[in-house]
């Protein structure tokens, strides 16, 4: 139901639009904390890592308690729940059409309901030869079976 909710695109439209791009600073709670290996730096331990990983080292020049926050960005963080700013059009329309959509339903549904005056005597009409045939089917078919049943235990 998850992407059936108009609001699901709401706030991946505000959100997407909102934060892109933007700079994340990690708070001392969110930092990953280690020591390097002895005789290196922080900056010399991670420098292979930090060119593929998508994160920052806030104290490159310690030999101790390296301070690594795995963010850099906000968009970063928005794609673990499959945020991005490139679908902001997307959710912009898709929010119209459910507006435009629930529009067009409240009028198709008040016209039916509350202006249309139906003739009640066709419905009728049509469902009782309807009731009919199918009466006359149902006559028929057992008429058949008694007709079977009546000559295997006759014979």
Known sequence: MYRVSPLTYIIDGIAGTGLHGKQVKCSSTEL???NPPSGQTC????Q????????????????????Y????TSDQFLA???ISWSKRWRNFGIVWAYICFNIISTMALYYAFRVKKWDATGPKKRWARVGIY???AGKITGALMLGVIGQIFYW
């Open 134 to 136: 199918v009466m006359l």
């Open 80 to 82: 673990g729940s499959a």
């Open 48 to 67: 292979e890592y930090l060119a593929e990983a998508p994160g920052s080292l806030y104290n490159p020049s310690a030999t101790t308690k390296c301070q």
């Open 43 to 46: 900056g010399q331990y991670l």
């Open 69 to 72: 926050c795995p963010l850099t």
């Open 32 to 34: 990953n904390i280690f």
